[in-house]
């Protein structure tokens, strides 16, 4: 079988894709995958070093309110029809997946026009706005969560909860510590905020490094800075003293996630479903400018049952961010947030999606569950 994969624009599209590949290819070892995104996005370089090819096309998004660019962006995203129809007629997919964001959008328009069976899925509570102008035109779609099935026709919707790769399931301690040089008898800290970082993250951290050393102190820490903060969270990390490995990109987050024994994340989809796979105790700080909340929604579903801590992005200091993670490091506590944590969890989800894929499950819906991975 063949089958094209598009995503791209953060890791919370391009990382499930990889997960239903994954699955596929476990499945089906003849199956020949192609990816496709954009061409100057961060997916070319994460597809390709996972050992997939990758073909880009020239997608580019429509941002609200900016109506010049979008004029001009306008062109950009018919010549990528045009580029998705060459790869899609060279490449003669059986079937295409597309895991939302405008680098899908291309790809996923022009396979369903063409005639190819097509399948969307959608991550968040509140779909994005490629999806939503691509859900008429599929085959199928899928949903990470119960209450994004209320935006899709019926017919179509099912829901299987959100991939995660398997490499996160198969992780071990030892080698994460080693990875990072970081000690083995230290309560570590994952500060992870998505592929894009995030800056008032990344100046609390700060702060607290300066002005709370001694509570600072007791932890270390794997830092994810952005490549626009990686100067200064050094210069930070430096300054302190104190065991931070500070990394502009964590590639290989299974083994950031064995290493930790608590995380600093935002709260996207993705992010949350490999926290409940893996179990760790997190304080997420939302971003506060995504589609409709979506994060803040996202967030709030983990924490009413008892499995994070959030702080709004407009609310985070060093301060209660020594106090969340004093608490989440807490042995009680910890086991608690576990406990809540593979409760809302449910594996699965590639193998559920590469069956509605193939057919095997068509007309079915998939086993009900809040997050899965």
Known sequence: MKVLFACGGTGGHIYPAIAMAEELLRRDKNAQVLFTGSKNGMEKDIVEKRGFKFEGVDARPLDRGKWLKNFVNLFFVIKSLFESAVIVARFRPEAAVGTGGFAAFPAILTAALMGRRTLIHEPNMVPGLANRMLAPFVSVVTAGFPETMKYFPARKIRLTGNPVRTAL?????????????????????????????????????????????????????????????????????????????????????????????????RAGASTLSEICAVQMPAVLVPYPYATADHQMKNARVLEEAGAVLVIKDSELTAANLIGALKKVLDVKKAKSMRRALKSVYTGGSAAKIVKILTGENEGQNARNCTLSG
Not at 172 to 186: A, D, I, N, Q, V
Not at 187 to 198: D, E, F, N, Q, Y
Not at 223 to 229: A, K, L, Q, Y
């Open 169 to 265: 399931l198969h992780r071990e301690r030892s080698k994460g510590l080693k990875e990072f040089g970081l000690k083995p008898g230290k309560k570590t800290v994952l500060i992870m905020p998505g592929s894009r970082a995030a800056r008032s993250i990344n100046a609390a951290m700060a702060e607290a490094l300066k002005f709370h050393k001694a509570e600072m102190g007791k932890m270390q820490f794997i830092w994810m800075s952005g490549g626009r903060d990686y100067v200064m969270c050094s210069r930070a990390a430096k300054a302190s003293g104190l065991k931070i490995k500070v990394a502009a990109y964590v590639d290989n987050a299974a083994l950031a996630y064995a290493a930790a024994d608590a995380a600093v994340l």
